[in-house]
C-alpha cells in the first residue's frame, strides 16, 4: 500500500492481510451462539453500588451475532446523515447524491475497478468487490465501531446509574463479514479519585470526588482471534458518596497520556 490508505487498482488481490473467507458455522457453533445471546441481561434500573463490587468480578458474556451488510450500513449511514451539513444531505449515501459530491470534491474520489465510476474511500469498508483496496478479502467494520462494541458490555453491567469515564480498545483484527464477537470483561482495580477542573473554555470547573472501577475488556471471534482488547474506567454510585455526579470537572485540556500507558495499564 505504500505511503497510502488504498492498493493501486493494478495490484488488487497481489497481497491480503489476511487469508480466511466468510466463516462456515455448523449447526452446534450456531446453537451455542444462540445460547450466550439469549444470556444477555441489562440491569438497567436497579443500582450497582460501588461498594458491592469485587476485583475479579466478572463481565458477561456479550455475544454480538454474526456481522452483516445491515450492520455496516446501519452505521455508515447514520454517521453520514448525523454529520451532513448544507452541502451533504441525509441522503449522501444513496449514490446520485454521493456521484454529485465526489464531483465537487475529486479529491477524496476513487475509481470503482469494475464500473470506473467514483466511490468513496468509506465504501471499501463494506463493498467485497472494494475491500481489496485496503487489502482485505471480506468487508470489515469500522476501527470506531469496534471501540464502541463493548460499551454494550459495560452498560448492560453498570445499570443507568454508572457512567463511563473513560476507555481505550486496541484496533487487533477486523470484525469481518459473518464473524461471531464474544466479549467479556473484568474487575481489575477499585480507587476514589478526585476529578478537578477549570472554567477556561473547554474545561468544566469545580472539583468532585467519585468511585472508580477499572475494568479489563476482551474480544473475541469465533476462531478464538482477539479483536479488540481494552480497558475501561466507570464510575459508580456509591453508598457514602452518593449518585454519580454530572457533568464531570475536567481542564480545557485533558493530560496527555503516553500510548504505552493507556495500552497496559489506563484504567
Given at each position: 500500500?505504500?505511503?497510502?490508505?488504498?492498493?493501486?487498482?493494478?495490484?488488487?488481490?497481489?497481497?491480503?492481510?489476511?487469508?480466511?473467507?466468510?466463516?462456515?458455522?455448523?449447526?452446534?457453533?450456531?446453537?451455542?451462539?444462540?445460547g450466550g445471546i439469549k444470556k444477555k441481561t441489562r440491569r438497567g434500573s436497579v443500582t450497582l453500588f460501588w461498594e458491592d463490587v469485587e476485583i475479579g468480578d466478572e463481565l458477561g458474556p456479550l455475544v454480538l451475532p454474526p456481522w452483516t451488510l445491515q450492520d455496516q450500513l446501519a452505521y455508515h449511514f447514520l454517521t453520514y446523515a448525523a454529520s451532513a451539513g448544507e452541502e451533504m444531505p441525509g441522503d449522501v449515501y444513496a449514490?446520485?447524491?454521493?456521484?454529485?459530491?465526489?464531483?465537487?470534491?475529486?479529491?477524496?474520489?476513487?475509481?470503482?475497478?469494475?464500473?470506473?465510476?467514483?466511490?468513496?474511500?468509506?465504501?471499501?469498508?463494506?463493498?467485497?468487490?472494494?475491500?481489496?483496496?485496503?487489502?482485505?478479502?471480506?468487508?470489515?467494520?469500522?476501527?470506531?465501531?469496534?471501540?464502541?462494541?463493548?460499551?454494550?458490555?459495560?452498560?448492560?453491567?453498570?445499570?443507568?446509574?454508572?457512567?463511563?469515564?473513560?476507555?481505550?480498545?486496541?484496533?487487533?483484527?477486523?470484525?469481518?463479514?459473518?464473524?461471531?464477537?464474544?466479549?467479556?470483561?473484568?474487575?481489575?482495580?477499585?480507587?476514589?479519585?478526585?476529578?478537578?477542573?477549570?472554567?477556561?473554555?473547554?474545561?468544566?470547573?469545580?472539583?468532585?470526588?467519585?468511585?472508580?472501577?477499572?475494568?479489563?475488556?476482551?474480544?473475541?471471534?469465533?476462531?478464538?482471534?482477539?479483536?479488540?482488547?481494552?480497558?475501561?474506567?466507570?464510575?459508580?454510585?456509591?453508598?457514602?458518596?452518593?449518585?454519580?455526579?454530572?457533568?464531570?470537572?475536567?481542564?480545557?485540556?485533558?493530560?496527555?497520556?503516553?500510548?504505552?500507558?493507556?495500552?497496559?495499564?489506563?484504567?
Amino acid at each position: 500500500m505504500g505511503a497510502t490508505r488504498s492498493m493501486d487498482p493494478a495490484r488488487l488481490g497481489e497481497h491480503m492481510l489476511y487469508e480466511r473467507g466468510a466463516h462456515n458455522y455448523t449447526t452446534q457453533n450456531i446453537q451455542d451462539a444462540l445460547g450466550g445471546i439469549k444470556k444477555k441481561t441489562r440491569r438497567g434500573s436497579v443500582t450497582l453500588f460501588w461498594e458491592d463490587v469485587e476485583i475479579g468480578d466478572e463481565l458477561g458474556p456479550l455475544v454480538l451475532p454474526p456481522w452483516t451488510l445491515q450492520d455496516q450500513l446501519a452505521y455508515h449511514f447514520l454517521t453520514y446523515a448525523a454529520s451532513a451539513g448544507e452541502e451533504m444531505p441525509g441522503d449522501v449515501y444513496a449514490f446520485e447524491p454521493a456521484y454529485h459530491n465526489m464531483r465537487r470534491w475529486p479529491g477524496r474520489a476513487r475509481i470503482h475497478p469494475n464500473t470506473y465510476w467514483p466511490w468513496t474511500p468509506g465504501n471499501e469498508h463494506e463493498d467485497a468487490v472494494l475491500s481489496p483496496y485496503r487489502t482485505q478479502p471480506l468487508p470489515f467494520d469500522f476501527g470506531l465501531q469496534r471501540c464502541q462494541f463493548p460499551q454494550q458490555l459495560l452498560t448492560n453491567w453498570m445499570g443507568d446509574d454508572g457512567f463511563i469515564r473513560r476507555q481505550q480498545a486496541s484496533l487487533r483484527r477486523p470484525v469481518f463479514y459473518s464473524d461471531i464477537t464474544t466479549y467479556t470483561g473484568e474487575v481489575v482495580k477499585k480507587s476514589v479519585v478526585v476529578e478537578k477542573g477549570t472554567d477556561k473554555s473547554g474545561g468544566i470547573p469545580g472539583e468532585q470526588e467519585y468511585y472508580a472501577v477499572g475494568i479489563r475488556i476482551h474480544g473475541f471471534n469465533q476462531i478464538g482471534e482477539e479483536q479488540s482488547p481494552g480497558t475501561a474506567t466507570v464510575y459508580l454510585p456509591s453508598r457514602e458518596g452518593g449518585a454519580v455526579k454530572l457533568p464531570i470537572p475536567h481542564p480545557e485540556k485533558p493530560p496527555y497520556v503516553p500510548f504505552e500507558t493507556f495500552r497496559t495499564d489506563w484504567f
